[in-house]
């Protein structure tokens, strides 16, 4: 079984509608991460968690918000969902004691028409 | 803003030749680190460079770290078409445990 999941991998949502991406994760890593990936851009981090009950803003999180619901899940929201939302999201995982290298899940493919 | 940009955005090379991809960045970093991605999947890890490393090897990777210039390299030797993908630079700022993605190289190895 896979480290980081993501579920759903694709979605396809309207204007305006609200919508969760969930992360879980079986590493046992304290710190997790969203990500978006925009075509032929790199990775903006959204928000970032180095433990249940710290939440940190990344360089993009206007519009996001998210849940560490145990130190094995954190959940994406985005409020009111926009066209420009529009793109792959990536959830990542780390701990200090590995050695600071990430993982990643498989990522989820947002549409908002 | 991304903090690390690649360089070329695009690369091409026949099977065999090496693949050489440049990453800069702009503020002081706890270290660097390399990441694949195939087409449209997660990223996976290659190599992790320190601030204090010059150099570092592992199987056909080299890569490089020049703090005083803000530059990294990515040396693929013997390049084959399996490493056909896209490759990102990631740094890890000093005191902060944000990963800064670049834009990433995309390269193509033709068999």
């Known amino acids: 079984d896979a480290d980081v999941t993501q579920t759903p991998r694709n979605r396809i949502t309207k204007t305006g509608k609200r919508i969760m991406l969930e992360c879980s994760q079986t590493?046992?890593?304290?710190?997790m991460y969203w990500y978006r990936q925009d075509p032929g851009l790199g990775l903006r981090l959204i928000y970032y968690?180095?433990?249940?009950?710290?939440?940190n803003k990344g360089e993009i999180s206007d519009g996001y918000s998210v849940s560490r619901q145990a130190q094995a899940k954190f959940s994406l929201s985005l409020e009111s969902a926009i066209p420009n939302q529009t793109a792959l999201y990536f959830c990542?995982?780390?701990?200090?004691?590995?050695?600071?290298?990430?993982?990643f899940g498989p990522g989820t493919r947002l549409t908002v028409t | 803003s991304q903090q690390g940009e690649e360089d070329p955005q695009a690369l091409s090379i026949q099977e065999g030749e090496n693949a050489t991809m440049n990453c800069s960045y702009k503020?002081?970093?706890?270290?660097l680190q390399w990441y694949r991605q195939n087409s449209g999947r997660g990223l996976v890890h290659l190599i992790l460079?320190?601030?204090?490393?010059r150099e570092k090897h592992s199987g056909r990777l080299r890569v490089t770290l020049d703090t005083s210039k803000k530059s990294s390299s990515l040396l693929i030797t013997a390049s084959r078409a399996a490493d056909t993908a896209s490759y990102f630079c990631?740094?890890?700022?000093?005191?902060?445990?944000?990963?800064?993605f670049g834009t990433g190289t995309r390269l193509k190895v033709l068999a």
């Open positions: 990542a995982t780390s701990d200090e004691l590995t050695g600071d290298e990430q993982y």
């Open positions: 590493k046992g890593h304290d710190r």
């Open positions: 968690s180095f433990d249940v009950k710290d939440i």
């Open positions: 503020t002081s970093i706890n270290n």
């Open positions: 460079i320190r601030s204090n490393e």
């Open positions: 990631a740094t890890v700022s000093s005191g902060t445990y944000k990963y800064i």
